[in-house]
């Protein structure tokens, strides 16, 4: 059919994908730029093409949020080998934040096997599930909050009645930790929706490879977390709490060049007889911190309810 030689009908195919996915020539500039490429990273077709992938909008960081140089990025040197690969990578994204993805390259060739160019798509969903703990069993797709990666709500409250009546049934120990970042609210009035989803977003990816592959992490409300910690014994709640408090104390985004840092309330409990959900929540909850002043000076402390 000669209709389907005509370029247009490609590119209407590429721009309707549910897939970021931009063409690059053989220098790294971007000479296609699709509609969901600019939803994921917040660039617009006229801002990219042209320029180099690599240039100040899109580089590459590593998971502090430091920028890695072009001519050293893991990028670049896939790139200029011409070959396939699978890199697992953060960018930042135009408002700032650091996006992490999974990056497919695809090499493209001519009739002759000369390559001519490049295709790059990015994956912002399958990163969540991607970057979160060796072995930990995932949620379901309908069951994932879509903003952390982690489980909703609903499925959480499943797991926490399912914890609740095995101990019930045969005593099988575990305890809870609720974590939420303090004053999240004056953050947001401060920095914006954008910037306090993208704190929700990096508690999520820490707290996904916190915790051994047997516990469950799941979001329980809008600005809080829920851990459960099966099979552990009250001693064994109070040493993970211990751990948690002191290497997360606080949830950091760099947000256009700034280092943001949020602090985390945590509070805890071990499971006890006659227990409820509303009474696992009550001794677990969260402690008050003073007013939230400066994200960028806030003490990462807290303390816990045991």
């Known amino acids: 059919m000669p209709e389907l030689k005509n370029p247009e009908i490609f590119r209407a195919v590429l721009e309707s994908l549910g897939l970021a996915v931009s063409l690059l020539d053989r220098n790294g500039r971007i000479t296609f730029w699709n509609a969901e490429a600019a939803q994921v990273t ?5 801002e990219v093409i042209g320029r180099c992938y690599e240039d100040a909008m899109l580089c ?4 502090g949020g430091g920028e890695q140089h072009s001519a050293l990025s893991p990028f670049m040197s896939i790139l200029h080998t011409a070959k396939a690969a699978i890199l697992k990578t953060h960018l930042r994204h135009k408002r700032g934040y650091s996006l992490p993805v999974l990056i497919h390259i695809t ?3 001519d009739e002759n096997g000369a390559w001519i160019a490049t295709a790059v798509s990015l994956d912002a969903h399958a990163s969540r599930t991607d970057f979160a703990h060796p072995g930990r069993n995932l949620p379901p797709a309908a069951a994932l909050d879509a903003s952390t990666g982690l489980a909703n709500h609903s499925f959480t409250l499943f ?21 939420k970042p303090d004053e999240l609210e004056h953050f947001r009035a401060a920095y914006g929706r954008e910037a306090s989803d993208a704190v929700l977003s990096a508690i999520g990816q820490v707290l996904g490879t916190s915790f051994r592959p047997l516990d469950f992490v799941g979001r329980w409300a809008a600005d809080e977390f829920l851990v459960i910690l099966k099979s552990c014994e009250r001693a064994g709640v109070k040493s993970v709490y211990d751990r948690i408090r002191s290497t997360i104390g606080a949830a950091e985004i760099r947000w256009w060049g700034e280092l943001l840092s949020v602090p985390l309330s945590i509070g805890y409990t071990s499971v006890e007889a006659e227990d409820t959900i509303d009474l696992l929540l009550q001794r677990a909850e969260c402690p008050r911190k003073a007013a939230w002043s400066s994200p960028g000076t806030a003490s990462g402390s807290a303390s816990a309810r045991s």
């Open 60 to 63: 590459h960081q590593d998971e």
């Open 159 to 179: 797991h926490l009645r399912e914890s609740l009546a095995s101990f019930a049934e045969l005593r099988v120990p575990f305890g809870i930790l609720r974590i």
């Open 42 to 46: 917040g660039y617009m077709e006229h």
């Open 107 to 109: 090499p493209i060739r």
